[in-house]
């Protein structure tokens, strides 16, 4: 069954990659991300607030 235009359309508007995910034969999903919750654990390093992990994310993107 083709995706329904209208639904794509107005998802188009909002994500740049529906249409790669069409292109793939693949149905995006309406499904929200799901609520980070702490203490919180990222390839092995736990993070107890999320201040902690925010201030360790901004060290990585910034090179420290």
């Not at 499904?31 to 201040?51: D, N, S």
Request: charged share 20%; proline share 12%.
């Amino acid at each position: 069954m083709p995706p329904d235009p209208c639904h794509t359309n107005s998802m188009n508007k909002t994500n740049p990659y529906v249409q790669q995910i069409l292109s793939q034969g693949k149905e995006p999903s309406k499904a929200p991300a799901p609520v980070a919750t702490y203490p919180r654990e990222i390839h092995g390093q736990v993070f107890q607030t999320e201040a902690e992990y925010r201030e360790a994310l901004h060290d990585f993107l910034n090179g420290m």
